[in-house]
């Protein structure tokens, strides 16, 4: 019963006591995963990484180029520093593109092929890392948590390395949050500041208009 929805994921800390992994092999998508201890019982790390295999094994199964990619990394790491403190760095990494002419047939419904450099490629990447550290006040009933990081994500569209349109948007930013527990009550306080900068470029049809602006935000 809802058109659009807010997501919030939580990553899990890595093992701290043994090393663990896993792989995965299947047609289009492939990964592995690895975590385990830094210090036994007290740091952790997880790391984990997919791949599409769409590129490389459409041209044998149907017969014709479909130039779809995307994957992914991830990584981690958890430490708990004494009784009342923890801190975790998180850093994450995509891609997609594709090519939207790669699945063109003729009239008689052969595959039309395409170079790597056609002008109807799109293409988007995401990144972003993190921090957060948590400490217990040990006199006072309160949590502080503080984070921070940095997001950027990127696309553009036309041939790789010489884009017709690009788009990017970067934001930076660092929070205070404090709980006081008052029994069966809290209060909840903290500050916010964050910068985004948004900026385009436009060239091939769109040249003889103002086609390139970039903008910043401050919160």
């Known amino acids: 019963e809802r058109m659009s929805s807010v997501m919030d994921v939580t990553a899990r800390n ?7 992994g896993a792989v995965a092999l299947a047609p289009f ?24 295999l769409v ?5 044998e199964v149907f017969g014709q180029r479909m130039a779809y990619g995307f994957g992914d990394a991830f990584g981690k790491v958890h430490a708990l520093i004494g009784n009342r403190q923890s801190l975790s760095i998180t ?24 170079a790597d450099s056609d002008s109807s490629r799109i293409a ?6 993190g921090a957060r550290y948590e400490i217990l006040p040990g006199r006072l009933p309160a949590k502080v948590t503080l984070t921070g990081g940095y997001s950027g994500s990127d696309q553009d569209f036309g041939p790789e390395g010489n ?16 709980i006081w527990f008052l029994g069966n009550s809290e209060i909840q306080m903290g500050g916010l500041y964050r910068s985004t900068q948004t900026q385009f470029s436009l060239t091939g049809q769109f040249e003889a208009v103002p086609n390139q602006q970039q903008h910043t935000v401050s919160e």
């Open 14 to 20: 890595g093992n701290k006591q043994n090393i663990a």
């Open 91 to 114: 850093g994450l990494s995509t891609f997609d593109r594709g090519d939207l002419s790669a699945t063109q047939k003729t009239f008689l419904g052969d595959a039309i092929s395409t």
């Open 55 to 59: 590129e490389e094994l459409t041209p």
């Open 163 to 178: 884009p017709e349109r690009t788009s990017t948007i970067e934001s930076m930013e660092g929070k205070l949050d404090v």
């Open 29 to 52: 998508l492939s990964g592995i995963r690895v975590e385990g201890p830094i210090v036994p019982g007290r740091v952790s790390f997880l790391l984990s990484g997919r791949r599409s």
């Open 124 to 129: 988007w990447t995401n990144n972003a890392i």
